[in-house]
Nanobody
């Protein structure tokens, strides 16, 4: 079984910063892409940023220049550094991993974390 656990959310004032972490554990052979998504009240879940095993990154237009995604392969962890936060960044942030659980199988699966709340408010 694979688990993803997010941490680092909280309440921050506009213009402030937060760093989210997501650690993957369990039966993991390899981790391909990892990413961050968010869901605000009454809205659909949306992509924030992704990073591949080759460290190629992709960002939503709304966060480009403010957020940075990175990963530590040795720790099976992905990070999201969020700067210049705005009230519209308020949402539950979810981590997703595209993971191959076993060396015996070539298949990859998507796993989600439980989410961490980020609130940007004065």
């Amino acid at each position: 079984q694979v688990q993803l656990v997010e941490s680092g959310g909280g309440l921050v004032q506009p213009g402030g910063s937060l760093r989210l972490s997501c650690a993957a554990s369990g039966s993991i052979f390899s981790i391909n892409a990892m990413g961050w998504y968010r869901q605000a009240p009454g809205k659909q879940r949306e992509l924030v940023a992704t990073i591949t095993s080759g460290d190629s990154t992709n960002y939503a237009d709304s966060v480009k220049g403010r957020f940075t995604i990175s990963r530590d392969n040795a720790k099976n962890t992905v990070y999201l550094q969020m700067n210049s936060l705005k009230p519209e960044d308020t949402a539950v942030y979810y981590c997703k991993g595209v993971i191959v659980p076993s060396a015996r199988s070539p298949y990859q699966y998507q796993y989600w974390g439980q989410g961490t709340q980020v609130t940007v408010s004065s």
